[in-house]
């Protein structure tokens, strides 16, 4: 399936990641549309919350790495959604449409707003800072 242009931040593994997520939720629509969603649930939400762990480390390293301005508040919006899924997964033990239906919506506002933005922008200063280290090797 891979990640529609648009998402790129051009890092390669985090836009690898970033497909990841991408994938179960085109996985998840397709399961709700053929009522296969009960099945999927567990793995879901499973998936979702190892997922967020590894890949929020991995983007909280290279922002140490690279001495990321904005460490802190796109660390907050991480621990925020840290939060968010954990309240998720109390209030909703088991599957039902609605804990389906809502895993969606924050999966969707999660690429909208923080992939389309704080990603984005910390990926900019990504290759921003490794095009810097390869020109001085070059020099
Ligand atoms: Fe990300
Ligand atoms: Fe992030």
């Known amino acids: 399936m891979g990640l529609d242009k648009k998402y790129k931040t051009g890092v390669v593994w985090q836009d690898f990641q970033h497909g990841e997520l991408m994938d179960l939720f085109i996985r ?14 567990n793995y879901t939400v499973a998936f979702l919350s190892m997922y967020v762990n590894h ?7 290279y922002m140490d790495i690279y001495a990321y301005p904005d460490r802190e508040a796109h660390m907050k919006e991480h621990q925020t959604y840290i939060k968010k899924l954990k309240a998720f997964r109390t209030n909703h033990k088991t599957y039902s ?22 990603d984005k922008k910390l990926g900019a200063h990504i290759m921003a800072a490794e095009k810097a280290m390869h020109e001085d090797e070059a020099t």
């Not at 929020?56 to 390293?61: D, G, H, V």
């Not at 809502?102 to 389309?116: E, F, P, S, T, V």
């Open 28 to 41: 998840m629509k397709a399961a709700r549309e053929g009522n296969t969603d009960n099945e999927k649930f």
């Open 55 to 61: 890949h929020f480390k991995l983007e909280e390293e």
């Open 97 to 118: 449409e609605t804990a389906m239906d809502q895993l969606m919506d924050k999966i969707r506002a999660w690429i909208l707003n923080h992939i389309m933005g704080d």
